[in-house]
């Protein structure tokens, strides 16, 4: 099914809202910890140090797996993959409702590794690329991250109203009934990728389709050149550009995780107050950041690039951490600093949203763009394995305010690292044309 069709032309917008909810429910199973720690505790009987290790193991080797991950979306039908994870990934939720021994358990983590950043996160970015061309990834990937918001609160509000409405910690089935609601969920969302998303997925760009269309001896020769897509990948300046991109933004986003605890153990707030801000700063903000980043691509400032809008969200988020750092420790100025969490979350999502699309517009060739996905996913998120371990040990060792203090200097590197990778990206596309001129 080619994507010049009317038929995909309409349905495009569904295909985005379908991939950001294979996203939003993907994520949530390995972190359910997130949301429903006691009750793994109180009703698997799991520890603290056995739920540390499931998500060490799941962000470990989740870093060997974007790579594969990547390849494989450049060698089988991006379809097939989604909805084969899907399925295995509810497969899995069905056995976390047995409430399982930890082993069993602890192989269900790295099954999800498998199901969610082997057989997923490069083939929903894949197919995300392949709607639309170069200028309109700047639209596309935004909004794909804003139904990923949608698809997260949808699964979480839903399991957690259930929940609520079963007993609560009072049934001892009601986490069964939990995981059961993902498992469903997830096989709604397959059912809906293998309906709507195109089996054979080919760029909307008629320049691109007609290079695709090649002759026997080209034919040959690409297949020698495909031989070697990795090295292809990893001898390009461009990659590590992208990757450094993804790796400033995450890092200023893992860093602003640590928002609600800031404002609970310096400024005093409450638990419950912690816990409906936290649904605004990360979910809500997350479902706004999308089509907030179509409006703000449409200027003339940005003229269509999402690495603009990459470099000004850096540059802005270091305003507000700036201030953030030279805020008195007064709970008369909380709704203040509350706002300005708000709006720093905003501008890490707007990084965050658009970083990968900062991958599209290096120009790389759509036909190994699912394997320089899976390398720049693997230096981008290669944070997980040293920074909650780092921030753990500040918040340890040093009085608190020192201890956040450290973390929003870390936050800012993050976001000079985002701009100016972001720049680089620029000067080496601009660099780039004044030689084919």
Not at 350 to 366: H, Q, Y
Not at 392 to 398: T, V
Request: net charge positive; glycine share 8%; charged share 15%.
């Amino acid at each position: 099914m080619d994507l010049s069709s009317a038929k995909i032309k309409i349905n495009r917008w569904l295909i985005v809202a379908i991939l950001g909810l294979t996203w939003g429910f993907s994520y949530e199973p390995p972190y359910i910890r997130y949301t429903f720690h006691e009750q793994l505790v109180d009703l698997c009987g799991y520890t603290d140090v056995q739920l540390g290790l499931m998500l060490s193991v799941y962000g470990t080797a989740a870093l060997v797996f974007y790579v594969i991950g990547g390849v494989s979306a450049d060698r089988f039908s991006c379809r097939s993959l989604i909805v084969v994870s899907l399925l295995a990934t509810s497969f899995g939720c069905g056995i976390m409702a047995l409430y399982p021994p930890f082993w069993v358990a602890l192989s269900v983590e790295f099954l999800w590794v498998i199901t969610t950043i082997a057989l997923l996160w490069s083939p929903v970015a894949k197919v995300a690329a392949l709607l639309g061309t170069q200028k309109e990834q700047g639209k596309i990937l935004p909004m794909v991250s804003s139904f990923e918001g949608v698809g997260a609160f949808i699964t979480t509000f839903t399991a957690t109203f259930i929940f609520s409405k079963i007993g609560a910690n009072t049934n001892p089935n009601s986490l069964r009934v939990v995981w059961l609601v993902y498992a469903v969920w997830g096989i709604l969302i397959a059912i809906a990728s293998y309906l709507f998303i195109p089996a054979k997925m080919l760029y909307e760009d008629k320049a691109v389709a007609e290079k695709i269309k090649l002759t026997d001896a080209e034919k040959e020769t690409k297949k020698k050149e495909n031989r070697n897509v990795l090295g292809q990948v990893l001898t390009n300046p461009m990659t590590y550009i992208a990757a450094f991109i993804v790796l400033g933004s995450y890092i200023v986003y893992s860093c602003l995780t640590y928002t609600q605890s800031f404002l609970c153990d310096i400024y005093g707030m409450d638990m419950t107050t912690a816990s409906y801000f936290s649904i605004i700063r990360n979910q809500v903000m997350k479902i706004v950041a999308g089509p907030l980043s179509v409006v703000l691509m449409s200027t003339a400032i940005l003229k269509s690039s999402p690495t603009r809008l990459c470099i000004v969200s850096g540059f802005l988020s270091v305003a507000g951490l700036i201030a953030t750092l030279f805020m008195p420790a007064n709970p008369v100025v909380l709704p203040v600093l509350m706002g300005v969490a708000i709006i720093l979350s905003l501008f890490a999502l707007l990084g965050k949203a658009n970083n990968f699309s900062c991958t599209g517009e290096t120009g790389v060739d759509p036909k190994i763009f699912g394997t320089m996905t899976g390398v720049v996913s693997l230096i981008g998120y290669s944070s997980d394995t040293w920074i909650y371990t780092v921030i753990g040990s500040w918040q340890e060792n040093l009085a608190p305010q020192a201890a956040y203090n450290r973390i929003w200097y870390l936050a800012i590197f993050g976001c000079a690292l985002m701009a100016g990778s972001g720049l680089a990206l620029l000067y080496r596309l601009r660099k780039s044309k004044r030689a084919e001129v």
